[in-house]
Structure formats: C-alpha cells, structure tokens
C-alpha cells in the first residue's frame, strides 16, 4: 500500500489538482507542466496522483502493459502472437506515476541490449528502459528544466511518435511508449525549452498559500500525517475511492460528450486572434473542454468548460507580447478588446523595476534594461585559447566526453577496472575466439576480462558564467556607466542565446554580494541586475574573493560544471580584504587563485571605454599618463587570474557605433 500524502487531502491548489486529474481522465491532452516556487505541493501532488488512478486491463506477461484487445497500441511481439491464434492472458492493473530520474542515462531511459543474455546466450535481448515502464502510465520529471538536452530529445521524439525506437549498439527495436507526461519545475532555477514546453496540453502556475487559516490547516494535515500515515490515509480513504470513480466515469461518458458548433468555431477564433502557432492550441483546447464537461456529468461543452480550458491550454502558447506575466511565470489569455500594454499595465505582478518606470537603485541613475541596447558579443574575447568546449554554429556549448556513467554512448576503449560496460565492443571483442571453444562449451559467450570496454559517453558541458560587477563611484559614473550595464546586460543576453547559466556578484562600499545565484532564469539576472545599488568605495577584493567562492561550491556539487569569470572593473582597488592590509597586493593575491585552481577568467578593463579609443577624454600629458598606468595595472590583475584582458571597447562583435 502506498504511504503518499492522500490527493484529496492537499489544501487548496485547486487548478494544479484540477489539472492532474483531468488528464487521468483523457491521457491524449498531453500531460501538464506545473510551474511554481519550493513547497507549493508539486511534487506531493503528482505523487499523490497515482493513488487515485484507475486500473486498467493489460497483457499479463508484457513488460510494456500492451492492452489485451486494442492491436493497434500492442508491441510488436503481443500483436504477432495474437496474430498467430494465441489468447493473450490479461490481468488488471492500477495506473502508476514513473519517475524519471535526472541523472538517468539515455540507455537507461530507452533501454539497451540486456548484458546477461548477451555474454550467457550468445544472443542479443532487448532490454526495456524507463519509457517501457511508462507506457499507458504517468511519466514524472521532477525539475524537468534541468532534463539533460538529449534526454529531452529522446522525449519529444517518444512523444511525437507514441512509440520508442532504439538503433544503436547493434539493437534496432520499436515499442508503444504512450504515456502522460507530467513535469514540475521552479521558474527560478530556469527556463524550459520552447520545444517541450509546447508538448505539454497543460500548464500550471502555482503560488505559495497566503491565507493565514489554510497555512495553519496545512501544518495541521501535515503533522498529523507524519503522526500516523495509515491512519491519516484511512480518514480520506472514502474520499480517494469516490475521486478514482469520478474519473472512471467521467472516461466512461468522454465519447459521448459533443462539442456545439458555436464552441468550436470560438476555440478556433481565440487561437487565430491571439496568434497561437500551429494547431496543438486548438487541439488541446477542445479535448480539455470536452474531458471538464465529462467530469463534471455535462453532456456537452459549455461556456465555462472552454473559458477553463483555454487557461489551463492555450496561455502557455500564446506569442510573448500577447501574455502578461506574473510572478509566478503565470500566462494570462487577453481579452479579445484588449491591446498588450493594457493587460502588462493592470497585472498584478508588473516588475516595475525591470521596465524602467520606478529606478530601484537608491536614486543613482538606472540600469539599461532595454535589450534593444544590447550587442552581440566577440566571444574570441573572453573565451580562452584553451578553452576544452567548443561552441557550434548556433554558440551553444558541444558535447564533451567525459568519465562518467551519464551521457549518450558514443563509442569504447579499453582500460582496466571497467566501471561502465560497453556492451556491444565488449561482445565482439569476445567473438573472435569463440571458434576455438568445444561444442560441449558452446552455450553462451566466452567473455573474459581482457575482452571488457569502457563505455565513452558524451554530455553537454554545464557551462557557468559567473559576472563579477563593479558598482563603485568610480565605475558607475556617467558614460563609463552606461557602457558597463550595456556590456553586461549583453553578456546575460548571450548566455540566453547559449543555455549557459549564469551568475552574478556586484561589489561596492564595503563588501561583495552575490546578486544572482546560480541559474538558467537569465530574465530574473536582468530584474536583479536592473536593481543594482551604485556608488562608493571599491572593495575588489571581497568581489573576487566572493566569486571565486561561489565557483568553488559548484564545483564540489558538480564535477562536470565548467566555469568562466568574467570581471567588470577599473582596478581601482580601495577597501582592503583584511584590515591593514594593501588592498592592491591584496588583489593580486585573490586573483591568483583563480589560476591555481584552473578557473578560466576574463579581465574587462570598465577604464578602457568605448569613449576612449583614441584617448579623445584626456588634453594633455599628465592625464593621458595616468590613465595608461591604470592600464597597466588591470592588464597586472588580469595575468595575475592567468586570464583574458579586455579593453571594454572590444568586448562587441564587429565594428560597434555608439548612437
């Protein structure tokens, strides 16, 4: 018996649970999204969903759960032998919630040769994987938005097609992988791409509870469920069994419920004024419509069944300037009267720090937050010689070998103390003496420890780019301002265009900060970049130190992370790290650490700006010396982090016209 927190005992939440259910009455709206911020129940939800789920018939000895009488969802090797006159034995099933792993290996997910039959057999068997588990089941992905990029693909693929095909490894097989994909995410850690967001019939935005009273009625449930699971579970039994009835009769009365021509004609009309692309919109609006009316005991579509609908399937698809975000990543369907800017104006979650209309920056003049204002980055730049990732035509980071039991198999090696099977090169390795061996010995393969191969996989390099700012008055001040936002806000607009995620520590008056932990989100770095405090002194220091810190941490949580600090100052080192100490010899003793420890650094010189190139702020001698000497010295702190020296005036791509 499951020991999950009961469904129908989740307070409040009602769109999120709403969701879930209606796509346990009717899989084909295609899974839904829930997007919100730590401890809003996503998790508790989807997991607590499985105990409400129905049973359902299915091919006794079928590791996919092929239905017994449907052909046309069976596997290959159910529908041959039904093909051959067999009676396929059938028994009954609840629905399950199958997780997906994070870190799962894409053999892992699709399936792979299975090694015992292989090496005991002498044949190759079809091992099945997660997506076979999954078949006419709910498939989870906890924080889906940090999914592997080529385990996403093996999704969309599985999804588009309704089967998973695997041809590698000397194994060509196909089978039915049907399933419903839920996916929980919080916006904060990232975005997810556009091409999985679209799979998804429905998406979810979910708030923390602010209500005094159900706060306290949470900690009740929850304490008394830690108290005594089984008999927490016990008091909302009766209410699980009549949900599971719910929904089986709302799949019983599902064929039957109409669409009226009126509410056809206005989901077709809604998606064509609000521009939504393609026809999935449309197609998902009605199959929610239809299965909220089946739920409800309605023999066709109302009103109020497609203004539902709609919201739950169509706001997640709309063009960008059609939606009104909120603060939880909430898409709001406009009005069919309504223009953009009337709906951003009256949301109530407008970031007014991150349009430009109220400066949070203590008065001091704001942060460029335009991306118009923006410019395309020379990454010859600040990427270093010896950079070990190289970036592809589109500038997103390549695959990269690397020893781990992660990542798609990419070929083998030899080497001792074999960790990672590579099935299919350790097979023929053992196959060219296989003929010497006596009939009497030729069950099975030979294989010997000679014969074993090391598995070579491939993953993306997790690319960090950590922005170390200067805020002090002696950067942030008039053009030399301006040009230092500019040049950051187009570094956070390049590693959006990279999937790098990004960092950022600001340093001023008296200490560092990190102003944007570790993320994918680049539009919350903008918002929180956009309410940078500006003016006093120049603590460099504590910014390199703070920043050198952080790639440590995620160093120790990820050995596979590849970090790139990128340090925007003039050098002007003022505040010292330890009391009486030389701020400047100071400098240069953190920035050497960066070397030591193999990080890759760039050196932005903010003093070099894109009003200097031809020294044009400077009229005589004396001036003109002194600012060669600051050049000097940030080309010092840049060889001291064994990094990059960048003159801010190089930092665009091609030929850059300051309007």
Known sequence: MSESFPFTAIVNQERMKRALVLNAVNPDIGGVLIRGERGTAKSTAVRALADVLPDQEVVTDCPYGCPPTDPERMCGECRQRRKNGELLSAETRPMRVVDLPLNATEDRVTGTLDLEAAVTEGRQRFEPGILAAANRNVLYVDEVNLLDDHIVDVLLDAAAMGENVVEREGVSHRHPAEFVLVGTMNPEEGPLRPQLLDRFGLVVDVKGVED???????????????????????????????????????RDRLDDVTVPDDIATAISESAVDHRVPGLRGDIAVRRTAATIAAFDGAGEVRDRDLAEAQTLALAHRLPTDMRAATDAGEAVLLPDDAEPEEVADTADSADEGSDGRVPINGGRNDLITDAETTYPIDRTAIDPPQDRTLRDDY??????????????????????????????????????????????DSDGIDVWSQDLRQAIRERNAEALLVLVVDASGSVMNGPQMRETKRAVLSLLEDAYRTRDRVAVVAFRGQSAQVYVDPTRNVDRARRRVSELRVGGNTPLCHGLASAYDLVERERRRNEDVYPLVVVFSDGKANVPYNDGADPETEALRIASAYGEADIETAYVDTGYGLNDAKYSLWSDEDALAAKREEFEWNRTLADAMDGQYVPLIELPDGEYIES
């Open 212 to 250: 005094v009273d159900e706060r306290i009625e949470i900690s009740d449930r929850r304490g008394a469920f830690d108290a005594d699971p089984a008999a927490f579970r016990d008091a909302y039994a009766e209410e699980e069994r009549d949900l599971t009835r719910r929904i089986v009769d709302a």
């Open 395 to 440: 500038g997103r980071r390549v695959p990269s070998k690397i020893r781990m039991r992660s990542g798609r198999y990419v070929g083998a090696r030899r080497q001792d103390d074999v960790d990672d099977v590579a099935i299919d090169a350790t097979v023929r390795a053992a196959a060219r003496r296989q003929h010497r061996r006596s009939d009497a």
